[in-house]
């Protein structure tokens, strides 16, 4: 799985570059629909919650005197019905072409901290790569494409990328299994990051670069000073975590 801290990140160089071997299928995205999961599972758990007193009185006499209307499975239930929704639709969807190909995986630009969690309990050893880049050259590119610009707007980009770009550093520190690479770090052609790329997909540093020598789609336009400025105001100290 690749997943980006935002839109115009880099995630579909990463997918190149994966798919540069014949017998990997890195899908594209799907409008974050592990978001959706998410806001079942913490609805579902909040409504446990409330009323998780309606189970004890209930399964205690099973008593029809009281209101059964709210009455829910205990949490491990909920948990394993979750999961193995989750992972039902994600193996249903790329079932595909899955003779195909040894490996397959997806990229995604719009997870956080939850949606990433909640995979992880789904697939507990897949490799995870946590790609971020500077928020100011996102924005840059971002401004000279006006689909992404109007579908993030600045000031919901700028705290969607401090929330998520702290979350992946932290992940990436708890989870063995979770890479962080900076998109400029690919760019530069820095080695540890060629390295893990290598050896995720099994590529060699030259099938890696010749897909890195391959621009597409790329677009950049300068921003207002004061939108730069309000980046590094509440970006700053996230910032300061990979020398931006």
Known sequence: MISAVTQRTGSTLVQRIFNERKN??????????????HNIYKNTTAFY??????????????????????????????????????????????????????????????????????????????????????PIDIRKSMNGSA????????NQFVNE?????KDYYELSQKDPNMYLIKYEDILE????ALRIISKLGDLSINQINNVIGKK?????????????????????????LFGY
């Open 161 to 165: 990328w401090n929330s998520r770009a």
């Open 49 to 134: 919650n409330r009323h998780k007193g309606t189970r004890k009185l209930y399964f205690k006499n099973e008593d029809t005197g009281i209101s059964t209307s709210c009455l829910m499975p205990d949490m491990s239930y909920i948990e394993k019905a979750m999961q193995t929704s989750v992972r039902t639709f994600i193996n249903e969807l790329y079932a595909e072409k899955r003779n195909s190909y040894d490996k397959i995986g997806f990229k995604e630009v719009r997870y956080g901290k939850e949606e990433l969690n909640l995979f992880r309990k789904c697939f507990p050893y897949t490799p995870i790569i946590l790609l971020v880049r500077n």
């Open 189 to 192: 052609r820095k080695p540890n």
């Open 24 to 37: 990997t299928l890195i899908w594209g995205e799907h409008f974050g629909a592990l978001t959706d999961f």
């Open 147 to 154: 689909w992404s610009r109007n579908e993030n707007p600045f």
């Open 216 to 240: 597409i789609s790329s677009t950049s336009t300068e921003i207002p000073q004061i939108q730069e400025k309000r980046i590094r105001d509440i970006c700053g100290e996230t910032m300061k």
